[in-house]
């Protein structure tokens, strides 16, 4: 019997212990069952718990608050939302909350900082991703880079990364909304603007053309911004006007004071074309006289290539010594050890750019600065001076300084100039000067045909006015410089005469509205009385028959110092010469190249490169134009500024014990 009992004890422990198992394996597969249904972000800062009453629970990771979680009942809704308003968990900021920042003042001193409040706010982190897209020409899947995102996620983990299709939407909506801004502002000034403008080709084999619009507002700061960027179906002079008019009048800018354009054959048709339609909408002054301005950037370019043809052999065998040097670092070691002995600061030799013929000049005026290093280099590389016979080498530095941009009378200097070196003792000085004369008589020998508008800025110049200009005609073109002066005063004349006048109706027709709407019954044109009034009083006698350029040339020059501003001049004497004040703002806006223009073609040329050959007319316009208008200010590239940050950087490198590459170079 006890023997049944025990057999009877132990089937039932074995019969428990397979139930226990089963038991444990159910739960086991029950809890991984459970585990991958955790699909809510949720569970990544809440830990599931059961308390002791059975109840399924979520348990904050940081706070450790709890919060019913049974995915059946309650679900995850209430962990989500405790999410955004735990202060314990590191990536959180409250987005309502201001706080406080430490941001660079522009303008100040390195490392000055001003205290700012801020807060997040995702549509403003997306305006400046797209400015940053925009300003550094970044492509737009950029944003879908990997280190981009683990960037982000560091920098601000709130900020949810738009896809590159977002972006490409938001800089469409950036570009119309400055636009807007602008248009307003052309609205608001109704001044006249200078534009310029340039074709160019890209490597989709598009015909490009961009309009740069110039300006001094009334506050008398200069402005320049890319208007237009569109492509055009040919380089005919009437398909550019037609291109230029769709875009004035899309602006809404119908006071066009000059156009400056290359001395290309179509762009002369083009201006022929354009002045008639500004004809027709009662804006060309003058009859559009002045209205064409030729880029005197690229006549001064064509006079100095014809003149450097004379050394071309030198200029060339500098041009491949300095590649020379600069092909090895074992070569650059050697030349650096040259200019130590030569007792010289170590500087980088620079190479020209065939797109820059200044560049041209910078790298002639530093070989000459490194004569002794490049000589005593060749006698240690006996291959240098074999390949290039050094001792031949003859290099022109009579053409420096030739023109001075701040002068207003470059190209007569610049002729003056001419005229002295050619009576130089150096026989190719003396013939590279006589090339050039003959190219610079070409376009500024005949004064007769010149704009008339070139000579008005020099007048406008309280350190100038006539004194200069006639000095320098009466040394540029002699007994004939007193009858081109005589020329130059009567149309600065007419031209004032036009804006006196047109302001006057202006005044007065503002005057008339007015009276006509305090009082409809009131009939009398008070125009047409103070027009008689004025009429009366200088025929008389009583009032001041001296106009306003009368009395700005009777007044004494300015004492010229090296920090005068004839804008700030023109801004304080404004009230003093109201009518010439508006005259001399929109003639010392012309622009005397079309480089401006040139310059967005560099930013083209990046933006619509071989890889993204694939954009769209509109979207480069957008980009290009945005670029411009959002830079604080204008950014040229500068051979010098480059070569000296160069040097500062070979400088900083040697003070870490590195030593600087031609690839750091």
Known sequence: MSQDTRVDKVI?????????????????????????????????????????????????????????????????????????????????????QSKIAFQSVTGGNKGDVSIVSWKFDQEECRKALCRMIILDELPFRFVEKEGFKQFMKVVQPLFRIPSRTTVTRDCFDLF?????????????????VCITTDTW???????????TAHWIDKNWTLHKRVINFCPISSHRGEDLAKGIVKCLHEWGLHRIFTVTVDNASSNSVCVAELSKQLTKWGTN???????????????????????????????????QAVRYIRQSPARWKNFQECCVDENLAKKSLCLDVPTRWNSTYLMLNRAIEYEGAILAYADRDIGLAHHLEFGHICVCDGDSD???????????????????????????????????????????????????????????????????????LKKMFGDNGATIEKDVREYMKSLFNEYSSSASKDKCGKLSSEVEASSSSYMVDIGDFYEELSRHTSGSGAGNSKSEL????????????????????????SARF???????????????SSVASECAFSTGGRVLDSFRSSLTSKLVEALVCLQDWLRSESQPISIEEDLDSLEQLEQDLAKVGKEPSIDDI
């Not at 602008?182 to 001044?191: A, D, G, L, P, V």
């Open 12 to 96: 039932a422990e074995s019969v428990a212990s397979d139930s226990n198992v089963v038991n444990q394996n159910s739960i086991v597969e029950s809890k991984a069952k459970k585990e991958r249904r955790k699909r809510s972000v949720a569970w990544d800062h809440f830990t599931s718990a059961v308390d002791s009453e059975g109840i399924k629970k979520g348990v904050c990771n940081y706070c450790k608050k709890e919060y019913l979680a049974d995915t059946k009942e309650h679900g995850t809704t209430a962990m989500l939302g405790h999410i955004r308003k735990c202060k314990k968990i590191p990536c959180n900021v409250d987005t309502r």
């Open 176 to 192: 119309d909304e400055e636009k807007n801004k602008m248009r307003s502002i052309f609205k608001e000034t109704q001044q006249r």
């Open 201 to 211: 080709t890209s490597v989709q084999r598009i015909n490009y053309m961009c309009i």
């Open 285 to 319: 002054l003058l009859g559009g006289k002045h209205l064409h301005v030729r880029c005197m950037a690229h006549i001064i370019n064509l006079v100095v290539q014809d003149g450097i043809k004379e050394a071309n052999i030198s200029i060339e065998r500098i041009r």
């Open 402 to 472: 030739i023109v001075d941009e701040e002068q207003p009378v470059g190209s007569l200097l610049f002729g003056f100039c001419l005229s002295k070196l050619i009576s130089s003792d150096d026989i190719v000085l003396a013939q590279m000067a006589t090339n050039m004369k003959k190219k610079f008589e070409k376009y500024w020998g005949d004064p007769t045909k010149m704009n008339k508008m070139l000579f008005i800025p020099c007048v406008l110049d309280p350190r100038h006015k006539f004194t200069t200009l006639s000095f320098a």
């Open 550 to 573: 009368d009395k700005y040339l009777a007044e004494d020059t300015e004492v010229g110092t090296s920090d005068f501003n004839v804008l700030l001049w023109w801004k304080y004497n």
């Open 578 to 592: 109201p009518f010439l004040s508006e005259m001399a703002r929109d003639i010392l806006a012309i622009p005397i």
